[in-house]
């Protein structure tokens, strides 16, 4: 079965300075793996996601995440963050066949707060 | 509308009564998923379909739980006799003019469900 796990459940940080949300994951094949923002009272955001190909890809609002097969990682990053970044960012993987298909399972979330 | 859209947005009930939740998806998307999300939790899949097919319900707790898509468009996740461990954030998403675990979920804004 497929699992999420995002160790942090709260992460502070100032403004301007970097960030990595970490996640780890347990997949039997080829994950697809999706990293979502949810603001308080809105539906969940997609920020980036990870099929296949170049382990290192570019999201939306400046964020990237890199996929470690060997770790089983896959943790979001952003060189300077913002006060409008927090939020709660949820790590989740998706499932590539069966009677499942499309189905995603996510992580705990870890919420960010950002200060001044 | 131009996103994945949900009603109520709040709905207080008594232990006890039904409930019934719609979901309306982006137009023309062909999948469409629900999922609960408790407190400080990420979201739990409860059930998609394609169109107008449910392709998977194997998240649905118990057989108080049922959902509907009649015409391959709006949803509805019906709660029959509910429970106070029913209250949580119910979410709806949709993806893709074709069926494929690679489309984007967009997800919807939920109903926060209450029951007292």
């Known amino acids: 079965a497929q699992s999420v796990t995002q160790p942090d459940i709260h992460i502070t940080v100032s403004e301007g300075a970097s960030l990595e949300l970490r996640c780890n994951y347990s997949y039997g094949a080829t994950p697809y793996l999706f990293w979502y923002v949810q603001s308080p009272g809105q539906g969940l955001q997609l920020l980036l996601k990870y099929f296949s190909g170049d382990t290192l890809v570019q999201g939306i609002k400046g964020f990237e995440a890199e996929f470690k097969r060997s770790q089983s990682s896959f943790n979001l990053r952003k060189p300077s963050v913002h006060w409008s970044d927090a939020a709660e960012y949820f790590c989740?993987?998706?499932?590539?066949?069966?009677?499942?298909?499309?189905?995603?399972?996510f992580g705990q979330g870890t919420i960010l707060t950002v200060h001044p | 509308g131009a996103g994945v859209s949900q009603s109520p947005r709040y709905k207080v009930t008594k232990r006890g009564q039904d409930v019934a939740l719609r979901c309306d998806p982006i137009?023309?998307?062909?999948?469409l998923y629900w999922y609960r999300q408790a407190l400080g939790q990420g979201p739990e899949f409860l059930t998609y379909f394609n169109y107008e097919a449910q392709q998977d319900k194997s998240g649905l707790p118990n057989d108080r739980f049922s959902a509907e898509r009649p015409e391959g468009s709006i949803s509805t996740l019906t709660i029959q006799r509910t429970e106070q461990r029913d209250s949580a954030m119910y979410r709806c998403a949709s993806s893709g003019r074709t069926s494929g675990s690679r489309n984007e979920q967009f997800f919807g804004p939920g109903t926060r469900l209450t029951v007292l």
């Open positions: 137009s023309g998307h062909v999948s």
């Open positions: 989740a993987v998706g499932s590539a066949g069966g009677t499942s298909y499309g189905k995603l399972t």
